[in-house]
């Protein structure tokens, strides 16, 4: 049953059917009815296996191809009219040439298929935030998980009327061919096609398809911002709640910082955090001339290994219903699943995410590294009851975040909104001792943004400083790096919960609280005004973390620095003159201020 009378999503719909050729097309409407039927279906075709509804109540259990385990970069690109709109940090092709050549792909490739329609907001229905899209795909798991993460169904359709204002999406498993797997992205036509791939980042186009690549386009375009950042709320004993946003690149502790829990004697006095997204803000200038954020999610599409009640008891109680588990151990015995760092407990006569029979202490792996959930927001223990918020939070900073072994103290403040552009733009991780063996390759990662950004970077950076031309009462942007290594090329900070009592010195610079100290790369805090409270950390090498281990940490290497603003320069280099003079400049004064240190 078709659910709209909207001329322009039916026209495009009939478009992609005669390409496509499906046998038969199914409107998703968003009722549990509905839902429960594909479910089943997908059950019986074996496409999921339903888990033990006692004990994973509502919970599922998907295996991809095993070509097709993560995100394909290589295979991602933005079609735009030019290679410079993309800019040199993005796979680019154009629009003619990949619409031609998906067209050959996708033409006839869901013939002896169902094509479900997909209307789905990023966004609470109703919010000014939200945005609508229509997925297209022959993927029942590409269903159930948009049902998690984003709104679906013919609410959407109302939403949207009689307006051309929609992203199209279209989704086809194709052959599982990875020779002619592609992410397209067309950022003029409000479009995406993907092909020959069932993995979630690929295929769940509302998530870093829509919400990160097409809407960091629309915002450059509408005067707002679309960014890869965690939103969280901290309460304070007295009820007040202050928000953060923060961007980190994979690996720094993104999604642990976002349902973080305090430190105990901060709980015992009241304190509290709220996340209000995990992933991906959308934030737009609010009357009090700030910024204010929506997560334009309903889920969490995370990484299941080494999420355990001690890493992240939050993200694992989210879990334990209504989520669809992909890649990792299946248990047949019991019908419940399993992952490396979940337990000490791997269950025997188990099969790994392959679907072979696997055993433990045959030293391979039973779940695969990226293997994921996909979990409601609605079932996080900590999460904000501003969280679908139409009007979002109000941002008092934003916090970037890598992975420095050396270079990066333990948190600056930026002097300014400019500067604080600068700190995003020169964000970077670094294989460490810890992780790798040697310390050594920095991967830029501008804004966590890297892979995600629509456009071309330079302008995006341009956009950002023109947002800060608008701001009358801008959030403090601040860089944490919980990350420092000793000689022994050790842990020096504890991080975790105790990430917390950084979070706590940033609040109070919010609010006046506390003064800083002005250094060559910013307003460093001064050891004495971070909360050392009970922390209880001893260094591998037995060295215990104490003040004046605090201080080491918060200290500006000028040598590390130097070096450092040469990658600076490459990176800036790409970008010719798309480069805004002002990040040019703050370059220039960073290389100043070093070189005038005693």
Same mark, same amino acid.
């Given at each position: 049953m078709v659910l709209t009378n909207n001329k322009n999503v039916l026209s495009w719909v009939d478009e992609m059917v005669s390409l496509v050729t499906p046998d038969r097309v199914v409107w998703i409407d968003g009722s549990e009815e509905q839902l429960d039927a594909l479910r089943a279906e997908a059950v019986a075709n074996g496409e999921i296996i339903k888990l033990n509804q006692e004990k994973l109540p509502g919970c599922y259990y998907h295996r991809t191809a095993l070509n097709d385990v993560a995100r394909v970069e290589n295979r991602t690109f933005i079609c735009t009219p030019t290679k410079e709109e993309a800019g040199p940090t993005n796979n680019w092709m154009a629009p003619s040439e990949?619409?031609?050549?998906?067209?050959?792909?996708?033409?006839?490739?869901?013939?002896?298929?169902?094509?479900?329609?997909?209307?789905?907001?990023?966004?609470?229905?109703?919010?000014?935030?939200?945005?609508?899209?229509?997925?297209?795909?022959?993927?029942?798991?590409? #269903?159930?998980?948009?049902?998690?993460?984003?709104?679906?169904?013919?609410?959407?359709?109302?939403?949207?009327?009689?307006?051309?204002?929609? #992203?199209?999406?279209?989704?086809?498993?194709?052959?599982?061919?990875?020779?002619?797997?592609?992410?397209?992205?067309?950022?003029?036509?409000?479009?995406?096609?993907?092909?020959?791939?069932?993995?979630?980042?690929? #295929?769940?186009?509302?998530?870093?398809?829509?919400?990160?690549?097409?809407?960091?386009?629309?915002?450059?375009?509408?005067?707002?911002?679309?960014?890869?950042?965690?939103?969280?709320?901290?309460?304070?004993?007295?009820?007040?709640?202050?928000?953060?946003?923060?961007?980190?690149?994979?690996?720094?502790?993104?999604?642990?910082? *976002?349902?973080?829990?305090?430190?105990?004697?901060?709980?015992?006095?009241?304190?509290?955090?709220?996340?209000?997204?995990?992933?991906i803000a959308w934030l737009r200038i609010n009357e009090d001339g700030g910024l204010s954020a929506v997560n334009p999610e309903a889920g969490f599409f995370g990484v299941a290994p080494g999420t355990n009640d001690n890493s992240n008891p939050n993200a694992l109680a989210s879990t334990r219903k209504d989520t669809i588990f992909t890649n990792v151990v299946y248990n047949p015995e019991d019908g419940t699943v399993w992952w490396?760092?979940?337990?000490?407990?791997?269950?025997?006569?188990?099969?790994?995410?392959?679907?072979?029979?696997?055993?433990?202490?045959?030293?391979?792996?039973?779940?695969?590294?990226?293997?994921?959930?996909?979990?409601?927001?609605?079932?996080?223990?900590?999460?904000?009851?501003?969280?679908?918020?139409?009007?979002?939070?109000?941002?008092?900073?934003?916090?970037?975040?890598?992975?420095?072994?050396?270079?990066?103290?333990?948190?600056?403040?930026?002097?300014?909104?400019?500067?604080?552009?600068?700190?995003?733009?020169?964000?970077?991780?670094?294989?460490? *001792?810890?992780?790798?063996?040697?310390?050594? #390759?920095?991967?830029?990662?501008?804004?966590?943004?890297?892979?995600?950004?629509?456009?071309?970077?330079?302008?995006?950076?341009?956009?950002?400083?023109?947002?800060?031309?608008?701001?009358?009462n801008p959030p403090l942007i601040f860089n944490v790096n919980w990350f420092r290594l000793n000689e022994n090329g050790k842990f020096i900070w504890p991080g975790f919960g105790d990430n917390f009592r950084v979070l706590e010195w940033i609040l109070k610079r919010c609010e006046g609280k506390v003064d800083a100290v002005e250094t060559a790369i910013g307003y460093l805090p001064k050891a004495e005004d971070i909360d050392l409270e009970d922390l209880d950390y001893t260094i591998e090498g037995d060295q215990k973390f104490n003040l004046e281990t605090l201080k080491e940490i918060l200290t500006v290497e000028r040598d590390y620095w130097l070096e450092d603003a040469k990658g600076i320069k490459e990176l800036y280099a790409k970008f010719g003159n798309h480069l805004p003079k002002e990040l040019a400049d703050e370059l220039n004064k960073l290389e100043e201020n070093l070189n005038n240190m005693n």
């Open positions: 990949a619409y031609a050549m998906a067209s050959d792909i996708f033409r006839g490739s869901m013939k002896g298929r169902t094509m479900y329609v997909i209307p789905f907001s990023m966004g609470a229905i109703g919010s000014p935030f939200a945005k609508v899209g229509i997925e297209l795909t022959d993927s029942i798991y590409v #269903v159930l998980n948009m049902n998690i993460m984003t709104r679906i169904g013919k609410a959407v359709l109302d939403m949207l009327g009689d307006s051309n204002d929609f #992203v199209r999406g279209l989704h086809s498993k194709c052959e599982m061919d990875e020779e002619k797997r592609y992410i397209l992205q067309f950022p003029q036509d409000n479009t995406i096609w993907s092909c020959n791939s069932g993995y979630g980042g690929n #295929v769940l186009l509302g998530k870093k398809c829509f919400a990160l690549r097409i809407a960091s386009y629309q915002g450059w375009k509408q005067g707002w911002m679309a960014e890869h950042m965690l939103i969280l709320g901290i309460e304070k004993p007295d009820g007040d709640i202050t928000y953060i946003a923060g961007a980190f690149p994979s690996a720094c502790g993104k999604t642990n910082l *976002a349902m973080l829990i305090p430190p105990q004697h901060y709980l015992d006095k009241g304190y509290k955090v709220w996340c209000v997204g995990d992933d490396e760092g979940l337990d000490k407990n791997p269950p025997k006569n188990a099969f790994d995410w392959k679907g072979n029979p696997w055993n433990p202490a045959s030293g391979e792996k039973g779940a695969h590294p990226n293997s994921r959930f996909t979990s409601p927001a609605i079932n996080c223990p900590c999460i904000s009851e501003k969280w679908e918020d139409p009007a979002g939070v109000p941002l008092s900073a934003i916090v970037f975040g890598g992975r420095r072994a050396k270079t990066a103290p333990l948190v600056y403040q930026s002097r300014d909104w400019q500067h604080g552009v600068f700190v995003g733009s020169i964000m970077a991780s670094e294989t460490t *001792a810890a992780a790798a063996g040697a310390v050594g #390759v920095v991967r830029r990662d501008p804004m966590a943004m890297l892979p995600f950004c629509g456009y071309n970077m330079g302008d995006y950076w341009a956009h950002w400083l023109d947002m800060g031309k608008k701001l009358t």
